[in-house]
């Protein structure tokens, strides 16, 4: 399982790094459905890493983290298959505006913020009880790097309070959604942690 897992991590990324590259020619021809499905085998790519890495490590601590990990990574596969579907149907099938720009954003509101807000929540859930084992089994540098992805839980928790809240709380309102900055961390992560498991193939 462990190979599978390597195999299909790296394959994730490289399909993150084709998103990367060709953002902006996909972009100016309209295929964002096609990098929203890019996206959600991006992610299924990854759905075996939380359970590879609870075997590695094999800390009873880490079963939490690993069911926040893998619910982490169903929600974004889904999301992100739905969002294709909202996507490529309002490119083919609204010639006659039928679904005003209203209606469209109401459903791309719906399956982006506070749902994607709460998705970062569970993956900083997930890094920090890696962080808590790694530290317990000696590896220092994977615990701090791991705590420091899951201090973005704050981040994470401030977008989703803020979307979430009739009465807006100034506090909240002042972080905002940085698609680069998600992008990048999530990267970064996923990155870390294939290399991880890499090495002790």
């Known amino acids: 399982m462990i190979l599978s897992t390597v195999i299909l ?11 990367i590259f060709t953002y902006q020619k ?10 929203h499905i890019l996206m959600a085998i991006m992610y299924a790519m990854w759905l075996p890493l939380p359970i590879t890495l609870f075997q590695l490590l094999n800390s009873d601590v880490l ?18 298959a739905l969002q294709t579907g909202h996507i490529s149907f309002i490119v083919k099938h609204n010639d006659d505006h039928a679904i005003t720009d209203k209606h469209g954003d ?3 509101a719906t399956l982006t913020n506070p749902y994607e807000s709460l998705i970062g929540v569970f993956k900083s859930i997930w890094a920090i009880f890696l962080g808590i084992t790694f530290w317990m089994s000696g590896e220092i540098l994977m615990a701090i790097l791991m705590t420091l992805f899951g201090l973005l839980l704050i981040y994470y928790l401030f977008i989703m309070l803020d979307a979430s809240l009739v009465k807006r709380v100034n506090l909240f309102s002042k972080v905002k959604p940085n698609p680069f900055v998600i992008n990048l961390e999530t990267l970064f992560f996923f990155v870390i942690l294939t290399s991880y498991i890499t090495v002790h193939v």
């Open 9 to 19: 991590g790296w394959l994730g990324i490289l399909i993150f790094l084709i998103i």
């Open 26 to 35: 996909m972009a100016k021809n309209n295929e964002y459905a096609l990098i």
């Open 63 to 80: 079963v939490v983290g690993t069911v926040f990990g893998f619910v982490y990574l169903l929600m974004l596969v889904s999301t992100m």
């Open 106 to 108: 109401y459903m791309m």
